[in-house]
């Protein structure tokens, strides 16, 4: 069953898929949703819990560790790692979700871009040394998955890491997106050229067992 709070979503989504433009239904919704006209799912007060506990056991945070926050939605992700000490760079393909953010941490040392996963600028291929993929790639639909995937993998620095969360899908599976979860194979394509798989789980957030979720670590060696 659907949540109701993708509804907003996936009614956007659907029309801007029927237009053949992958993206456009982001930009639609933040605009509706700073109208109080739409809801955005995403939005949560909390960064998300499997990146904050994977943060907290593996954190390479100090002066001069570069961080990526790939379709950055609202910023709380982005602000997190700030927090932590990484030097962050957090981009959405929406423009009023980057100014939404702006405005709501207004004293906030990340680097805030409007920018295309489709299309990223040539400066940030291997930039960073720790991308964060969390739901974005789900996101959009499977025709432009393989490009998706790609572009992010290309971001991260030698000795870097990628942390990828996304949904689960079974292999063969069809879902009504968005959404469309990630099957193995799917957060197996992110491994390209030298960047390998370290650890490929499962996990759920503390006290919520059932909400689970692929949570991949890939580092350039």
Same mark, same amino acid.
């Given at each position: 069953?659907t949540?109701?709070?993708?509804?907003d979503?996936?009614?956007?989504?659907t029309?801007?898929?029927?237009q053949?433009?992958p993206?456009?239904?982001f930009?639609r919704l933040?605009?509706e $949703?700073?109208?109080?006209?739409a809801v955005?799912?995403?939005? @949560?007060?909390?960064?998300?819990a499997l990146?904050?506990?994977?943060?907290?056991?593996? +954190? *390479?945070?100090?002066g001069? !560790?570069? $961080?990526?926050?790939?379709?950055c939605?609202l910023g709380?992700?982005?602000e997190h790692?700030?927090?932590?000490?990484?030097?962050?760079t957090a981009f959405?393909?929406a #423009?009023? $979700?980057?100014?939404? %953010?702006?405005?709501?941490?207004?004293d906030?040392p990340?680097?805030?871009v409007v920018?295309?996963?489709?299309?990223?600028?040539a #400066?940030?291929?291997g930039a960073?040394?720790?991308?964060?993929e969390?739901? !974005?790639?789900q996101?959009?639909?499977v025709t432009? *998955?393989d490009? %998706?995937?790609?572009?992010?993998a290309r971001?991260? +620095?030698?000795?870097?890491?990628?942390?990828?969360?996304a949904?689960? %899908?079974?292999e063969?599976?069809? @879902?009504?997106g968005?959404?469309?979860?990630l099957t193995r194979a799917e957060?197996d394509?992110?491994? !390209?050229?030298?960047?390998?798989?370290?650890e490929?789980?499962q +996990?759920?957030p503390?006290?919520k067992?059932n909400?689970?979720?692929?949570?991949?670590?890939?580092?350039?060696?």
């Amino acid at each position: 069953m659907t949540d109701s709070r993708d509804a907003d979503a996936t009614r956007l989504a659907t029309e801007s898929l029927a237009q053949d433009d992958p993206t456009g239904w982001f930009e639609r919704l933040y605009v509706e $949703a700073a109208d109080g006209t739409a809801v955005v799912p995403w939005d @949560a007060p909390e960064p998300n819990a499997l990146l904050v506990d994977w943060l907290e056991r593996h +954190a *390479r945070a100090g002066g001069g !560790t570069r $961080a990526m926050v790939v379709g950055c939605g609202l910023g709380r992700d982005a602000e997190h790692l700030a927090e932590l000490g990484f030097e962050t760079t957090a981009f959405d393909v929406a #423009e009023t $979700a980057i100014k939404t %953010a702006r405005e709501r941490f207004p004293d906030s040392p990340v680097d805030y871009v409007v920018g295309d996963l489709l299309d990223p600028p040539a #400066e940030w291929n291997g930039a960073f040394d720790l991308v964060v993929e969390s739901i !974005t790639v789900q996101s959009l639909p499977v025709t432009v *998955r393989d490009v %998706a995937t790609a572009n992010v993998a290309r971001m991260v +620095a030698p000795g870097g890491d990628l942390l990828v969360i996304a949904g689960i %899908a079974e292999e063969g599976a069809k @879902a009504d997106g968005p959404p469309w979860p990630l099957t193995r194979a799917e957060i197996d394509a992110f491994a !390209t050229g030298d960047l390998r798989p370290v650890e490929v789980e499962q +996990a759920s957030p503390a006290g919520k067992p059932n909400f689970v979720r692929w949570r991949a670590v890939f580092h350039r060696g």
